[in-house]
């Protein structure tokens, strides 16, 4: 019980400096204070591309390999404790991710698309 319980405790650890991390390198992308509504912005698809779904796709196989391990421990013992600690990561990475699509989206304000419009017809 005790190697389990350092195991976990190290899995959550490298989870939550994930999460920051995720975090930190996402921050780049989001919309500025006072820019809300204007077009434009830092969004860069290659930083993106090649920084954050890297990122993501190392802890989702991470997680993966380790609810593959948890489902199959042999085991009762802690198994149930384990699953509930992996859906309780499962959800802050979901939470992580939802904030940040929430400080990077970008609505244009209508104003923007309006004069475009005006200045084609004139």
Same mark, same amino acid.
């Given at each position: 019980m005790h190697v389990l319980l350092h195991r976990s405790s190290l899995w959550v650890f490298v989870n939550v400096a994930g999460i920051a991390t995720y975090l930190k390198l996402a921050s780049a992308l989001w919309v500025f204070p006072g820019e809300e509504g204007t077009p434009g912005g830092p969004g860069d698809a290659f930083y993106w591309l090649f920084y954050? &779904?890297? #990122? #993501?796709?190392a802890f989702l196989i991470l997680n993966s390999v380790a609810l593959f391990f948890i489902v199959r421990r042999p085991q009762?013992?802690?198994?149930k404790l384990a699953l509930n600690l992996w859906r309780i990561v499962a959800v802050l990475w979901l939470a992580t991710v939802a904030f940040d %699509? %929430?400080?990077s989206f970008r609505a244009i304000d209508s104003k923007?698309? &309006?004069? &475009? #419009?005006v200045e084609r017809d004139a």
């Amino acid at each position: 019980m005790h190697v389990l319980l350092h195991r976990s405790s190290l899995w959550v650890f490298v989870n939550v400096a994930g999460i920051a991390t995720y975090l930190k390198l996402a921050s780049a992308l989001w919309v500025f204070p006072g820019e809300e509504g204007t077009p434009g912005g830092p969004g860069d698809a290659f930083y993106w591309l090649f920084y954050i &779904v890297p #990122l #993501l796709i190392a802890f989702l196989i991470l997680n993966s390999v380790a609810l593959f391990f948890i489902v199959r421990r042999p085991q009762a013992t802690g198994k149930k404790l384990a699953l509930n600690l992996w859906r309780i990561v499962a959800v802050l990475w979901l939470a992580t991710v939802a904030f940040d %699509h %929430h400080k990077s989206f970008r609505a244009i304000d209508s104003k923007y698309g &309006v004069e &475009v #419009l005006v200045e084609r017809d004139a």
